[in-house]
């Protein structure tokens, strides 16, 4: 899994197939995902990660090729695309082995496991660091551990050979400047046993603008009792965030639910029906970290 399709990627699959002769090399080509402003592209490994996590259960169904022999390679962004995959994917059974080479930096630094690539995505995961140096107070390599065994070649600031200044170019052409908010919201799903469609909208009031009906869908839908994470991406500055409107609607089948807990279960006046909670909303400002 690449970061945005580099051209030394063939020439790993040509050694890994030359070295290993039954093997299949597979290349996740996400580049209209990831060719995008740099906190959109963020988002998106989450959804690439699943659609990887759809196919490994899928190779499972069809020929019954076990998880514990994908071995996910990923570079940059794809580290954590792998980590995502490895999360994602059903069942207590986890993928064999998750490789991260360089995993990124920004947006993932600091982050809880669930957030990136993690030791618990896969039976093994490692990880070798090798462009940690900050420029500009960006670090374009993720500094922490984030595998079983990590790996700093050469301290894992910099590596001898490398043209640093043009991996800073792409990233100043395609954009951080991107205003992002982090939001971390805590549902409850009273009724067991049935996700809730995860599609809402929030609208932002900040000191400068207002951003309304941002619309907001999570990769999988709300179930039981959890913290999901995603990222909203705003082109104009609307200053310190100052409200937050959260604005779910329930759908035809949602409502076809509700008649037929109704029907086993009669309500009585003044009883509250089970329903969805959201008990906690987080945010921080991606430039601030406040």
Known sequence: V??????????????????????????????????????????????????????????????QFSRSNVHLIGYSLGAHVS????SYISGTNKIGRITGLDPAGPLFEGMSPTDRLSPDDANFVDAIHTFTKQHMGLSVGIKQPVAHFDFYPNGGTFQPGCHFMHVYNHIAQYGITVYHYQFKIHFINEIQGKKIDSSFSMSLTGTKEDAKNLPITLVEGINGNKTYSFLITLDTDIGELLMIKFKWEGTAVWKNIWDKFQTIIPWTKGTRRPGLIVKTIRVKAGETQQ
Not at 10 to 39: C, E, G, R
Not at 83 to 86: L, Q, S, V
């Open 83 to 86: 980590g995502f995959a490895g």
């Open 2 to 63: 690449d970061g945005i399709l580099e051209s030394w990627i063939w020439k790993m699959a040509a050694a890994l197939k030359s070295q290993h002769k039954q093997i299949n090399v597979i290349i996740a080509d996400w580049l209209t995902f990831a060719h995008q402003h740099y906190p959109i592209a963020v988002q998106n490994t989450r959804y690439v990660g699943q659609e990887i996590a759809d196919f490994v259960e899928w190779l499972e169904k069809s020929i």
